[in-house]
């Protein structure tokens, strides 16, 4: 890499990975190589997207990119330079002027990247003065001048606020103004955007270009939404198992003919088929039946007497043909969460009807059997001490369903159904992956034997060829059982091909009744955010229900 | 705020209220009474001790005596020692002064040493100072305190350079207020050693992981990601989002003022509220142990409110509701 190459008068680049290879000590002595051989080189100005899907060593990454691996983590072999300069010849003090001021860093959790209990003003102001001598008065204009950079139309009610009193979206916000506030060279993005709703997802992604266009920001963007990299990158890098599988221009990548890549541009190319129209019998009845629900939560801030009513449902009226899938969508705080918890038994709604069969609840614990529900979070809905037959067999040993021997044959055939080797039942939950602890989730659900199955964004924390897989799966497992389900989403992914109804709610009420074909025409402004963030998001990538 | 206080506080009469009668019920339950002793003693005739458990009130019912207590606790008394024959507030008060002298200064001390420390600690977690300090922190925990007490007994025993009889010496107060304080202090000095010994490793582990927990955290990835210098990243912003647990546990220090040191005091001669409360409650006098037992639960109170108070003031996410 000598510059006297002459007539190459490439610039050095100011980032540059050669050769790199992180490992993490695992527990019981193993050594997990989360990164191998890894090249990279990031011009001023430029910006490189890193695609891949979870476990493809991205965040990883990005933070040896920093320096700032964890503990039990370590880079193996290469080097990472700075400006040509190796960052293993940094001193504390180099490393830190460089973290923040010269290559800044956003991670993946708007939520989990602020202290929560320091006013955002502090937290703000600490990034400048940990680069700058600034007097107070200075400090302040420059936090305010941030702020509505990012999109602070207020930028001192925002600097006088804790991280709790924001929503997602905006602390995403402030996440970016604490990288950006030094003016960095570079800008690393973990996964920015994927703890978002597709609303708030798009405005960031407009954020995040027009910010890279004004202040010429050379950027690394690691995601697994091919999507959004068609807007931002001038380069790609896929990563599979810590590898480089591809590289190159979003044009060059989506004519590659490698499968995993396509994989990653395309999910739903994984799913074929048409949008099928429900097979159950129309004069049977609707398995689930709701009318005018109604649910208020009353608050009471601690230490007043004060009390804040909050209308979560208002009048929702549904219903739910055996066998069908019905989509629920809307932005978060729509109510979308509450209805499913009132079906699902663990609320009790104010007022309404819930009839399963044309019969009212009556021994609760009856219906919640028939009734399951899959949560976003597989990783906090399950015990992670538990081995994976324990988990799946749970809701037998609760019925104390036949013997010990029966019930583990039975949980190991319902792994096997939702593709789960029937030889990891003795692993630990903990152990297992993001996706494939949600189909250990929709294996202890089926074990219930269910005949409605809720799903509360059971999707949205994987990345998409993994939802692409679930959706097959269940697909495949609807046609066998005559499940029916009860889907509830923020964004569109996949909808049209799962979906026979749609359902779009806005602040308590249902504000759009229509089909996944209709969705895209729709006039109800609700519904057209969710398909324009949708689109904006997926330009090239996935299907937006179109 | 204040109205919340308020209700505390009528949450805290409430709960004395009910500790005191549970206390003279559990007193009525157990066998024996301040007299029983003297019963066995034959020179002593049954119309004397009828006299005597008149005088003493040991020959009313229950609720009479209860009332009794009451009226008197009114006063400011809290009933009467039968074996002092003296007012028992008048007997508690100074003692319960002399058992602060020495659980204040201790538990001052022992949070200004183990939150630095802990929290230095938690920045070095894997490091061979964290082992050092691990190990030194379990050796200190396994320790009982009567062992730590008569260590120190020994080490005033084998120097000869640290006084072990009481607070002060007799003639101390004659030499001028200097000097007193300075014997006062010389005395305090091992029984204040040996309660921040007992209690410094518990401090010390909760803040080291506490503190370590999130450290872990990926805020603190982030803040480190922005280059923030280590120093603040460890205390102007690790400690504040690990203070809640920390608060609790100050409170709970609070609490055990009176009460904690106990041992140390019996063992040290010190002539705090552990000493008279163990021969109150050998010699069954009742209002005595009734009147200690009240006052470490108004500290339990007490203590319990200052942690809820300092919560409310630390975490904007209870101050400013969640």
Redesign the interface.
């Known amino acids: 890499m000598t510059s006297g190459d002459l007539g190459l008068l490439k610039p050095e680049p100011l980032l540059r990975a050669s050769a790199l290879s992180v490992d993490y000590d695992a527990a019981g002595g193993d050594v997990v190589s989360a990164l191998r051989n890894l090249d990279l080189e990031i011009a001023d100005g430029e910006s490189v997207g890193v695609l891949g899907e979870s476990g493809s060593g991205k965040s990883s990454l990005a933070l040896a990119l920093l320096h700032l691996l964890p503990r039990n983590a370590r880079v193996a072999s290469g080097r990472v330079e700075y400006r040509g300069r190796s960052l293993a010849e940094f001193s504390a003090a180099q490393l830190r002027a460089m973290r923040g001021g010269e290559v800044a860093l956003i991670s993946q959790e708007p939520a989990l990247a602020l202290n929560p209990v320091l006013p955002l003003r502090r937290q703000l102001a600490d990034v400048l003065l940990a680069h700058h001598k600034l007097d107070r008065g200075a400090v302040s204009g420059r936090c305010n001048e941030m702020l509505r950079e990012v999109g602070f139309p207020d930028p001192e009610r925002i600097l006088r606020a804790y991280p709790h009193e924001l929503s997602g979206g905006q602390r995403q916000r402030v996440a970016i103004a604490q990288a950006l506030i030094c003016r960095p060279r570079l800008l690393i993005a973990d996964e920015p955007l994927s703890a978002l709703d597709t609303a708030t997802q798009a405005e960031i992604l407009e954020l995040l270009q027009r910010l890279k266009r004004d202040l010429r920001l050379a950027m690394l963007f690691i995601t697994h939404n091919a999507g959004t990299l068609a807007a931002l990158a001038d380069n790609i890098i896929v990563m599979r198992e810590g590898e480089v599988a591809a590289r190159g221009s979003m044009g060059k990548l989506q004519s590659s003919l490698d499968e995993y890549v396509q994989g990653m541009l395309f999910p739903e190319k994984n799913l074929s088929g048409e949008p099928r129209a429900s097979d159950q019998a129309a004069d049977e009845g609707p398995l689930l039946e709701v009318r005018d629900l109604n649910k208020k939560f009353v608050q009471q801030r601690m230490l007043s007497r004060k009390k804040f009513a909050v209308q979560s449902l208002i009048g929702i009226d549904l219903s739910l043909q055996r066998g069908s899938t019905v989509a629920v969508l809307g932005r978060s705080g729509s109510g979308k969460s509450t209805l499913a918890r009132c079906l699902a038994g663990f609320e009790t709604p104010d007022s309404g009807d819930i009839l399963f069969r044309g019969k009212p609840e009556e021994k609760k614990d009856g219906v919640r059997r028939r009734v399951q529900m899959i949560f976003q979070d597989a990783a906090t809905s399950i015990n992670p001490r538990f081995t994976a037959r324990q988990v799946v067999a749970e809701p037998l040993e609760i019925a104390r369903w036949e013997t010990d021997a029966e019930r583990t044959a039975l949980a190991l055939a319902l792994m096997e159904e939702v593709g789960l080797d029937p030889e990891w039942a003795l692993r630990l939950a903990g152990e297992f992956s993001g996706g494939q602890r949600q189909r250990l989730a929709l294996a202890r659900a089926l074990a219930a034997e269910p005949e409605l199955l809720i799903m509360d964004e059971a999707l949205s924390g994987l990345d998409m060829p993994l939802q692409a897989q679930m959706v097959r799966l269940l697909m495949d497992l609807q046609s066998r059982h005559g499940l029916t389900y009860l889907y509830i989403s923020h964004d569109l992914n996949f909808i049209s091909l799962f979906a026979q109804e749609v359902i779009v709610m806005e602040a308590g009420r249902i504000v759009e009744r229509t089909t996944p074909a209709k969705l895209a025409a729709s006039t109800n402004p609700a519904t057209r955010e969710l398909v324009e963030a949708s689109e904006r998001l997926h330009a090239p990538g996935v299907e937006a229900a179109v | 705020?204040i109205?919340?206080l308020a209700r505390r506080a009528a949450h805290g009469l409430l709960m004395l209220f009910g500790v005191s009668i549970l206390l003279f019920l559990l007193f009525q339950a157990a066998p024996g009474d301040f007299l029983s002793e003297a019963k066995l003693n034959s020179q002593i005739s049954p119309g004397t001790m009828a006299q005597l458990r008149a005088q003493y009130g040991l020959d009313q019912s229950l609720p009479i005596r209860y009332w009794q207590w009451a009226k008197s606790s009114v006063r400011g008394e809290f009933g009467y020692s039968f074996s002092y024959n003296a007012p028992a507030a008048s007997l508690l008060w100074p003692r319960a002064r002399n058992t602060l002298l020495l659980s204040v200064p201790a538990l001052i001390i022992s949070w200004l040493i183990a939150l630095p420390l802990g929290v230095l600690v938690a920045g070095w977690?894997?490091k061979w100072a964290d082992r050092l300090f691990s190990g030194g922190t379990s050796t200190l925990l396994a320790l009982p305190d009567v062992l730590i007490a008569l260590l120190a007994l020994l080490i005033a025993l084998k120097t000869g350079m640290f006084p072990v009889d009481g607070m002060t010496a007799i003639n101390a107060q004659d030499e001028g207020w200097w000097a007193w304080l300075r014997d006062l202090g010389w005395h305090m000095l091992l029984p204040v050693a040996a309660l921040v010994v007992g209690s410094l490793a518990i401090i010390l582990r909760h803040v080291r992981n506490s503190v370590g927990e999130v450290l872990?955290?990926?805020?603190?990835?982030?803040?480190?990601?922005?280059?923030?210098?280590?120093y603040?990243l460890l205390f102007?912003?690790a400690l504040?989002?690990a203070?809640n647990p920390l608060i609790s546990l100050f409170g709970l220090s609070v609490a055990v003022l009176l009460s904690g040191s106990l041992l140390i005091e019996v063992v040290m001669s010190w002539p705090g509220i552990g000493p008279l409360l163990l021969e109150a409650i050998l010699a069954r006098d009742l209002f005595l142990v009734i009147g200690a037992v009240m006052l470490s639960t108004v500290f339990l109170i007490v203590g319990n409110l200052l942690g809820d108070v300092l919560l409310?003031a630390?975490?904007?996410?209870?101050r400013?509701?969640?």
């Open positions: 705020m109205r919340y977690k894997g872990e955290s990926s805020y603190m990835r982030a803040t480190e990601g922005h280059g923030l210098p280590r603040k102007g912003y504040p989002a203070a409310y630390f975490d904007p996410r209870i400013r509701g969640l």
